[in-house]
């Protein structure tokens, strides 16, 4: 057998490149050796901005020129990173060596040595993740997570009205509509949202061990602190002013176990959709040119959902890792870290790919009201909680003298099969007053559904 050329390993690089591509823009290696192009640049810019050293500010060309390195970057620096970090056997170090050839080719040879001046190689990488991490969040995961929950909202409002059976353990039980049950989903996600998106991105910047002793030892009259964190939050970052050779990476724990958290949310929206398609409540919606099974041609199977099922999975399980196994560092510093981050990108790729798949599900079904009628209509006895309740309340306002309203209702329904005659001979024999008696006769299981129709305004 020949062997094939090499290929990706991961079916985020290949069978499901194009819908998770846009994460690649920051989440990859060439958008992290970008970021970290990024924060040398604007380091030599601040140092020489600051006249540090007896540097002189850059001209506006001059810095607009080194700006370009990153706001350029493209192939050729990502071959020639590559062929560095194959000798240096450093990636950061192969970066530093990247500003400081292209320094020459700009003529600015005099400030060279400014490149990565009393930096390890932490205080670049943790302010590049920041910087790619929340740009991918930003840019790419919350828009889309948006869209599902903006398809779920709309799907909400639409079926509003529509009554359904409820199941609790999986048994008949108190009427809902569709729409609110989406809205329950739509409005959990939504706070899961915007506690991702109040997300506190934090960098430090203070040297091989966070003392900043090569900086006071290279200029004790300097306010390094100060420096430290104006140059992080000229970043758009939150300054974290305590920390070993690492960032502590608290708070990609926090924001793992939020995607992580609206991954599980969302794969409970993938069973119960998956669940109302089995039990005839939706249609899926043919699509033209599409193969359901490769035997059985009647069948159209709910493959969005149940690929977004499993990849909602994967992603929790890779974010799980990076968020139990990142805030923790041996000593000052261990370099587990730095593989382990790496994965960033597998952990919400999985679960873009998830929102991807629900969104075009969610796209391609229709709800069976008929359905949602026949089952409401051969499940009269779920009516008993409304009869029991409604007694109860005559028995406390004097017009009934009914005793345990609820061991009447459960003998006549527990277990048991009723139709709208049976209830309707029950509730007309009932010793209680005429306007109730009225109400429990128009009701029906269709009708028991409470206040849903209104909740549905209370999404945001
Ligand atoms: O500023 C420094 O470098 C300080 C140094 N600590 C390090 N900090 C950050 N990166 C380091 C460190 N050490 C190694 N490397 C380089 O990290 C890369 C690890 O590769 P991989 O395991 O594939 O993620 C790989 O490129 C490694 O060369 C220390 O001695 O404390």
Not at 220 to 226: F, Q, T, V, Y
Request: include cysteine.
């Amino acid at each position: 057998m020949t062997a094939l050329p090499a290929q990706p390993l991961s079916p985020l690089d290949g069978r499901y490149q194009a819908a998770v591509s846009d994460l690649g823009e920051y989440l990859s290696e060439a958008g992290l050796n970008r970021a970290r192009v990024q924060v040398e640049v604007e380091w030599l810019l601040y140092l020489t901005s600051h006249s540090m050293f007896g540097s002189s500010p850059l001209s506006v060309e001059q810095a607009e020129s080194l700006r370009g390195l990153y706001l350029e970057f493209g192939q050729a620096d990502i071959d020639w990173l590559a062929e560095k970090e194959a000798v240096t056997r450093h990636d950061v170090k192969a970066v530093e060596y990247l500003v400081r050839d292209r320094l020459a080719s700009l003529g600015l040879d005099s400030i060279a040595e400014l490149t990565h001046f009393a930096c390890t190689s932490e205080d670049i990488n943790n302010l590049s993740y920041a910087l790619t991490v929340s740009a991918a969040v930003q840019q790419v995961w919350l828009p889309k997570l948006q869209t599902v929950i903006g398809l779920l909202r709309a799907l909400a409002v639409e079926h509003r009205a529509d009554a359904m059976l409820a199941r609790t353990h999986g048994q008949p039980a108190t009427p809902t509509t569709m729409g609110r049950e989406l809205a329950v989903v739509a409005w959990r996600l939504e706070r899961i949202a915007e506690q991702v998106a109040g997300t506190e991105y934090l960098g430090k910047f203070s040297g091989a061990t966070g003392t900043f002793a090569a900086h006071v030892v290279a200029d004790p009259s300097a306010d390094w602190i100060r420096i430290s964190q104006e140059f992080v939050e000229s970043l758009g970052l939150t300054w974290n002013p305590l920390t070993t050779q690492i960032e502590s990476h608290d708070w990609q724990a926090e924001l793992y176990n939020r995607v992580s958290h609206a991954n599980r949310v969302l794969h409970n929206l993938a069973t119960d959709v998956w669940t109302y398609i089995s039990m005839g409540y939706f249609r899926q919606i043919p699509q033209a040119g599409a193969t359901g099974s490769s035997t059985m041609p009647h069948k159209i199977n709910p493959i969005r959902f149940e690929n977004a099922e499993a990849n909602l999975e994967l992603s929790s399980a890779v974010l799980d890792s990076l968020a139990a196994t990142l805030v923790t560092s041996r000593l000052q510093r261990d370099l587990t870290d730095s593989t382990t981050q790496r994965n960033i990108g597998v952990g919400f790729g999985h679960s873009l790919l998830a929102l991807d798949n629900l969104a075009r599900g969610l796209g391609e079904i229709d709800l069976d009201r008929a359905a949602l009628a026949a089952d409401l209509d051969s499940n009269w006895e779920i009516l008993g909680e409304a009869i029991q309740t409604v007694i109860r309340a005559e028995v406390v306002a004097g017009r009934s003298s009914i005793s345990d309203p609820y061991a009447l209702l459960k003998e006549l329904t527990r277990g048991k099969r009723i139709g709208r005659d049976d209830l309707v001979a029950f509730v007309e024999k009932l010793d209680i007053g005429d306007e109730a008696k009225g109400r429990l006769l128009e009701l029906t299981p269709a009708s028991y559904v409470g206040l849903s129709d209104e909740l549905v305004d209370r999404l945001p």
